[in-house]
Every structure is written in structure tokens, then in C-alpha cells.
């Protein structure tokens, strides 16, 4: 199995920065991709950035250019930058992992906040 535990999220203000970040355990060995989702009140959740062990990165077309996803293997985390930040992309922010047999891990979520 596969923990995963998010952090960072908070209230801030329009055009503003945070950084979330996401902490593996367990068998990490099985990962092979991490990604970020969020979820707003009364939607469903949609993709935010993904980051697999082949290949590049990915993002939405809404965050791309302002959010940035990093992975660091050695300490098993995976990061969210935020900038530009916008009302709209209040929500529930989790992170996700999927395995070599075929598990989608979640976190707990955290929520961000943007304010106008």
C-alpha cells in the first residue's frame, strides 16, 4: 500500500502564490505516476498537473503556465507551485498516486483558497 499525506494549503489572495506538498510512504517502489487533483464545492474532480517516472510532465489547459509540479524521488515527495493564483481556483486540492498494479492512492486533500 501506498500513504499519502498533502500539505500546504491556505487562504490567499487573487494572483497570489502557495505551494503544496504531498508526502509518500509505504511501497513506494510501486509508484509510478503522482499527480495533483482538486475538486470545487459541488464539481467533480478534475486533473491538475501529473507527473509519471517515463515521460514529462502534464497539465491542465486552466493552470498551465502558472502551476508547476515537481517530484523529488530521493525524499519521495511531489510538489505543487501555485502562482497567479485566481478565485476560481478555490478547491479541494489532493494528491494522487498511481501504482504498478494499476491502484490509484489518494491523500487526504487540502483546501486553498483564493480570495477576490
Known amino acids: 500500500q501506498v500513504q499519502l499525506v498533502e500539505s500546504g494549503g491556505g487562504l490567499v489572495q487573487t494572483g497570489g502564490s502557495l505551494r503544496l506538498s504531498c508526502a509518500a510512504s509505504?511501497?513506494?517502489?510501486?509508484?509510478?505516476?503522482m499527480d495533483w487533483y482538486r475538486q470545487a464545492p459541488g464539481k467533480q474532480r478534475e486533473l491538475v498537473a501529473t507527473?509519471?517516472?517515463?515521460?514529462?510532465?502534464m497539465y491542465a489547459d486552466f493552470v498551465k503556465g502558472r502551476f508547476t509540479i515537481s517530484r523529488d524521488t530521493t525524499k519521495n515527495t511531489v510538489d505543487l507551485e501555485m502562482n497567479s493564483l485566481r478565485p476560481e481556483d478555490t478547491a479541494v486540492y489532493y494528491c494522487?498516486?498511481?501504482?504498478?498494479?494499476?491502484?490509484?492512492?489518494w491523500g487526504q486533500g487540502t483546501q486553498v483558497t483564493v480570495s477576490s
Open positions: 507527473i509519471p517516472n517515463v515521460g514529462t510532465t
Open positions: 509505504g511501497i513506494v517502489i510501486s509508484i509510478i505516476s
Open positions: 494522487s498516486a498511481l501504482t504498478t498494479y494499476n491502484s490509484r492512492r
